[in-house]
């Protein structure tokens, strides 16, 4: 399976960025290797000194796919869940400067914790979802998916274009604003709504 990320998809996380706004997706992969789950504890990774969280809605793909329309691409999910695209925002600066690639910033062991996944038919309108993270019960992130500049139908038609898409594959939405350093001891707690989907620790 394949994690397909989507950069700046929230303005407000493109201006905190001083980024322009995108005309289109910016898109990325992380490695099946990224995946964390059943909130076990994130590692600090000694290469970098800047780790840093994005809080995004996580759509697991449920059949297999390429060149999707728009209006069909309700059609290739049926759950979601929310994950943190850790980065390491050090090197995603160093190699962004070099005009390199992204992956060592994104892509390392654990950058993707991902929550509980649950069913998008328990839910009124999956394109205007509250969501946020809490870090040691504070909230540091608050996003809806109405902000999201591509909506998720346009990012599964965007992205099948070039991927084939496959059952199980994972897209990572975007972050809203608020991104910041994750720091030795800390506890995530990620809510969809009022529904906590992921709890762990940073170490
Ligand atoms: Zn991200």
Same mark, same amino acid.
């Given at each position: 399976?394949?994690?397909?990320?989507?950069?700046?998809?929230?303005?407000?996380?493109?201006? %905190?960025?001083?980024?322009?706004?995108?005309?289109?997706?910016?898109?990325?992969?992380?490695?099946?290797?990224?995946?964390?789950?059943?909130?076990?504890?994130?590692?600090?990774?000694?290469?970098?000194?800047?780790?840093?969280? %994005?809080?995004?809605?996580?759509?697991?793909?449920?059949?297999?796919?390429?060149?999707?329309?728009?209006?069909?691409?309700?059609?290739?999910?049926?759950?979601?869940?929310?994950?943190?695209?850790?980065?390491?925002?050090?090197?995603?600066?160093?190699?962004?400067?070099?005009?390199?690639?992204?992956?060592?910033?994104?892509?390392?062991?654990?950058?993707?914790?991902?929550?509980?996944?649950?069913?998008?038919?328990?839910?009124?309108?999956?394109?205007?979802?509250?969501?946020?993270?809490?870090?040691?019960?504070?909230?540091?992130?608050?996003?809806?998916?109405?902000?999201?500049?591509?909506?998720?139908? %346009?990012?599964?038609?965007?992205?099948?274009?070039?991927?084939?898409?496959?059952?199980?594959?994972?897209?990572?939405?975007?972050?809203?604003?608020?991104?910041?350093?994750?720091?030795?001891?800390?506890?995530?707690?990620?809510?969809?709504?009022?529904?906590?989907?992921?709890?762990?620790?940073?170490?």
């Amino acid at each position: 399976m394949k994690i397909i990320c989507i950069g700046l998809n929230y303005r407000n996380h493109a201006r %905190e960025m001083n980024k322009p706004i995108p005309t289109e997706p910016v898109v990325f992969l992380k490695p099946d290797s990224a995946i964390l789950k059943k909130n076990k504890p994130f590692f600090l990774p000694d290469f970098s000194q800047m780790i840093q969280y %994005e809080t995004e809605l996580v759509v697991k793909i449920n059949r297999l796919g390429k060149g999707i329309s728009p209006e069909y691409a309700g059609r290739y999910y049926d759950e979601i869940t929310l994950g943190i695209d850790i980065t390491a925002r050090d090197i995603q600066a160093r190699n962004a400067a070099a005009g390199l690639p992204w992956e060592l910033s994104k892509g390392f062991d654990g950058s993707a914790p991902l929550g509980e996944f649950i069913p998008v038919s328990t839910m009124k309108d999956v394109n205007n979802i509250d969501f946020r993270l809490e870090i040691n019960e504070k909230i540091v992130q608050q996003g809806n998916t109405s902000d999201m500049i591509f909506n998720i139908n %346009e990012l599964i038609a965007y992205v099948s274009r070039y991927f084939t898409l496959k059952t199980g594959d994972l897209l990572f939405t975007g972050t809203p604003a608020g991104v910041g350093p994750l720091r030795k001891n800390d506890n995530l707690v990620a809510y969809l709504g009022d529904k906590p989907l992921l709890d762990f620790m940073i170490r």
